[in-house]
């Protein structure tokens, strides 16, 4: 189309539009997919060891995660006709191959975790402990699942296989297995739930750290998910560094152009390859400018020699380069997240090692600032993967220009306009009540009654059936042993 | 290869067949869930309206899947359909996806509203959510029947022509059936003084929705030729005439049961089976497109290997599906009582 919005043309608004919406959306589920796995563990300690404690914990955090999993749901049903609307030539190309997954993801997913989350928030009294079990355990698997599929589809378009193109021009299957299992989906898939999981971890931990800095300490349930949280930023977060860097590899085999713009080589090396940690990218010039690098190093990272050569992307033609500039940065964003992650985890075992885990008071102020961390780096690795294999939607075969639907820009721009409005507003005043819900202390002693500063689940005509207690209060009153 | 060529064309009859039968049932079961928003200006008290909304909150989000699954089926089984009807409808799908965030949202966002403003705004969102959501798929559907233009593999006309006073008809019959639908649903989950306002508004919908099926049903064989000649040339026209009569005795028979004091659960059920006619005569006037005019399902129709590779697995799931559906749907069966809720 050749008309414009504001100066942009209907492409590249489709383009942010779906920037936009993804992004934004992707917030709720890199949250959910922890947390459902998170509630799953402590209903299923509760249920098995009949700790209260737990059973408190799960009721704090099941409050969160239904709101935040209905912000995913409502921004999610908009990306899967978003597929159509803006990209239609896209969608009918690809339809043949990628339609079918996507239909899997409803089928065994979607269904599974809008089916049981009912149960799972307002059904324990219904259907008691147990079957109540199998309802948050079938939501936390449904939210793996639905990763699953969704990064299948995703992960096709990056490393295509399995496929053959017919009279009409569509992509067409050949080989079902080669599709979903393509060459980056596993280590995708690894990378991608690992850090769904830090994110709620840290998430939880910096809610943790916060009542603590407020004085909280004797409380149980904020030692507890303090002490979870730390224990995942340990574990895992170091764990998340060697499977990144394994997908690095991936993708420098696969796609070699997005690594080298991540890593920001310019130029060809002969003899060693350097490792550059800063400096400001210029594309144009095809230079990086002010550049603070490592010589040599670089080699060994991309599983090459000290003394390796290595074709840079002066070797690329210009028309196949992605944006430099926004991979270099947003790829920096995301590993020097993930190494304070790291050291977090590490800190945090240090102080536990003393016997000073609830009284660090550093160690709580950097674990509350690094609460969103997560999701800032989440974000940040997203953007380095799509933006790192433009000028393709289907990478080497389908230009991201060739996708857009035959829209009016103005058409475009509208939507978009009214998209960032009402996300902004309505998904604003959710994270306002989220914190609302973060910043109330953990429920401890059982009273009986609902503590005022807490509120029920349901605000009135409904007891919330997690608020139930299952055993008089006498048998259950007493203060949980660590 | 005949061989081939036929396995394809009865996948493609089943595929369409099972999308209808996803459509249908996100018509019935997010039907009378968008209902209960549209009824809620017509019920102004903060727990008539808390005890509306709990009679839907636990299943509102599995009736909404079966729209991601009307999306990604058709995304997947009819791929050129798909990449075709949502730009020729762009401006009411927009509107749609939009107001399905605000009427979703609701569900979550107005108990923790504080202060009166915030109390209103939710409400707001959930009625206009519900209301703009009704009139888009109506809109959509009117707009689909009436026809749209195709040029090559992609959407061929204008911008505005989905906006016709045919495809407002259907926009604002939608929203009067929903309307009737939850007012069905909630004469089945309530009783007592409220029962008795709700049927009221049974009443009161049920007659106006039965003059929007007139008027719809009425106006569409005028559309196209080929819809006129399948409801009233000989003999197709035997054939056919089940239809508007059965939808004529479940009108009476909807009318009786709604006043009824026993089996208040028999106007719901009568109403999925008027909507079910509708959905059949839907049917006829289409079949076999699934963008009228010019494509027809054998067009749109991805490879038979891909509609084969999601046949079998939906062939497993959706009756998996339907039977963790169907008990959720027990758990929380029986009837609401004010201030009490499920306990």
Redesign the interface.
């Known amino acids: 189309m050749d008309s414009l919005f504001f100066g942009f043309d209907a492409v590249t608004l489709a383009r942010i539009q779906f920037a936009f919406t993804v992004a934004f959306h992707f917030i709720f589920p890199a949250f959910t997919i922890g947390l459902a796995s998170f509630l799953a563990v402590l209903n299923g300690w509760y249920v098995w060891t009949k700790n209260e404690a737990y059973l408190h914990l799960f009721n704090f955090w099941v409050k969160i995660f239904?709101?935040t999993f209905?912000?995913g749901?409502?921004?999610?049903?908009?990306m899967?006709?978003q597929?159509?609307?803006n990209w239609?030539?896209f969608?009918?190309?690809?339809?043949?191959?990628?339609?079918?997954l996507?239909?899997?993801?409803?089928?065994?997913a979607?269904?599974?975790?809008?089916?049981?989350?009912?149960?799972m928030?307002?059904?324990r009294?219904?259907?008691g402990n147990g079957l109540h079990m199998v309802a948050t355990l079938m939501v936390a698997v449904g939210t793996a699942i639905s990763a699953t599929w969704i990064l299948s589809v995703n992960s096709w378009m990056h490393t295509p296989a399995g496929y053959g193109i017919?009279d009409?021009g569509?992509y067409?299957?050949?080989d079902?297995w080669a599709i979903i299992l393509n060459p980056s989906f596993p280590y995708r898939l690894v990378h991608t739930l690992t850090a769904a999981y830090l994110t709620t971890a840290f998430i939880v931990g910096g809610v943790g750290a916060w009542h603590l800095l407020r004085g909280r300490r004797a409380n149980h349930g904020v030692r507890k998910m303090f002490s979870m949280a730390m224990w995942m930023a340990a574990i895992v977060a170091p764990l998340q560094i060697v499977i990144g860097h394994e997908h690095g590899l991936n993708t420098y085999e696969y796609q070699p152009t997005k690594v080298l713009a991540m890593e920001g080589h310019f130029e060809s090396y002969d003899n060693g390859v350097p490792l550059i940690l800063f400096g400001i990218p210029d594309q144009e010039a095809g230079e990086m400018r002010y550049e603070l690098s490592i010589p040599k190093i670089g080699g060994p990272i991309l599983n090459k020699g000290w003394n390796a050569s290595m074709p840079g992307l002066d070797t690329v033609p210009d028309d196949e380069e992605p944006p430099v500039a926004i991979v270099f940065w947003s790829f920096r964003i995301m590993v020097g997240i993930g190494m304070l992650m790291a050291g977090l985890g590490l800190w945090s075992l240090w102080t536990r090692y003393k016997g000073r885990l609830y009284d660090d008071r550093w160690l709580h102020r950097a674990a509350f600032a690094m609460g969103p961390s997560g999701l800032v780096a989440v974000i940040a690795g997203w953007i380095t993967t799509e933006v790192g294999r433009q000028p393709y939607v289907v990478y080497g075969e389908m230009l991201t220009s060739e996708a857009a639907?035959?829209?009016?820009a103005g058409?475009v721009g509208g939507?978009l306009i009214?998209?960032i409005v009402?996300y902004f507003a309505?998904f604003g005043?959710?994270v306002g009540?989220l914190f609302?819900?973060m910043s109330r202390t953990p429920e401890v002693v059982p009273t009986g009654r609902d503590d005022p500063d807490n509120g029920p689940?349901?605000?009135?005509?409904?007891?919330?059936?997690t608020q139930?207690r299952p055993r008089p209060a006498g048998s259950g009153s007493t203060q949980p042993a660590e | 290869m005949m061989d081939a060529i036929s396995i394809s064309l009865d996948l493609t009859i089943a595929w369409a067949l099972l999308l209808a039968f996803a459509v249908y049932v996100y018509v019935v079961l997010d039907g009378f869930d968008l209902g209960i928003g549209i009824l809620y200006p017509f019920f102004r008290k903060k727990d008539d309206r808390d005890l509306m909304m709990n009679s839907v909150a636990p299943v509102w989000d599995g009736n909404e899947t079966w729209l991601v699954l009307g999306g990604g089926g058709l995304f997947a089984a009819f791929p050129l359909a798909y990449a075709i009807i949502l730009p020729a409808l762009y401006p009411p799908i927009i509107a749609m996806l939009l107001a399905l965030i605000f009427r979703g949202v609701a569900f979550e966002f107005r108990w923790k509203a504080v202060g009166r403003f915030q109390e209103v705004f939710w409400d707001a969102a959930f009625i206009g959510g519900s209301t703009v959501a009704a009139l888009a798929q109506g809109i959509t559907l009117g707009a689909l029947l009436q026809g749209i233009e195709v040029d090559g593999r992609s959407y061929g006309g204008g911008w505005w022509d989905w906006l016709t006073p045919f495809s407002i008809l259907c926009g604002v019959s939608v929203v009067v059936g929903y309307a009737f639908m939850g007012a069905t649903w909630l004469n089945m989950k309530l009783d007592g003084e409220i029962q008795v306002r709700v049927r009221r508004m049974a009443r009161a919908f049920g007659i106006a929705t039965v003059a929007c099926i007139v008027a719809v049903s009425l106006a569409t064989p005028f559309l196209e030729q080929e819809y006129f000649a399948r409801w009233f040339s000989f003999p197709a026209a035997f054939v056919v005439a089940p239809v508007p009569i059965l939808v004529a005795v479940l009108a009476w028979q909807l009318w009786k049961s709604i006043d009824a004091e026993e089996r208040d659960w028999l106007p719901f059920v009568l109403t999925l089976a008027l909507f079910l006619l509708c959905f059949v005569g839907l049917g006829i006037s289409m079949w076999p497109h699934i963008i009228p005019p010019a494509i027809t399902i054998y067009d749109a129709a991805s490879p038979a290997k891909s509609q084969l590779f999601m046949f079998v697995g939906a062939a497993v799931l959706v009756p998996i599906i339907l039977a963790y559906t169907a008990y959720a749907y027990w758990v929380f069966r029986g009837k609401l009582k004010p201030g009490e809720g499920y306990h």
């Open positions: 239904a709101i209905a912000m749901v409502v921004s999610g049903i908009v899967s006709y597929f159509g609307t239609s030539v969608s009918d190309r690809t339809g043949p191959v990628l339609g079918p996507m239909a899997y993801e409803v089928l065994t979607f269904f599974l975790e809008a089916g049981f989350l009912g149960i928030l307002f059904g009294g219904k259907v017919n009409a569509q067409v299957p050949e079902w639907s035959p829209l009016d058409a939507s009214a998209f009402i309505v005043a959710g009540y609302k819900l689940l349901r605000a009135s005509g409904i007891v919330p059936g139930q």
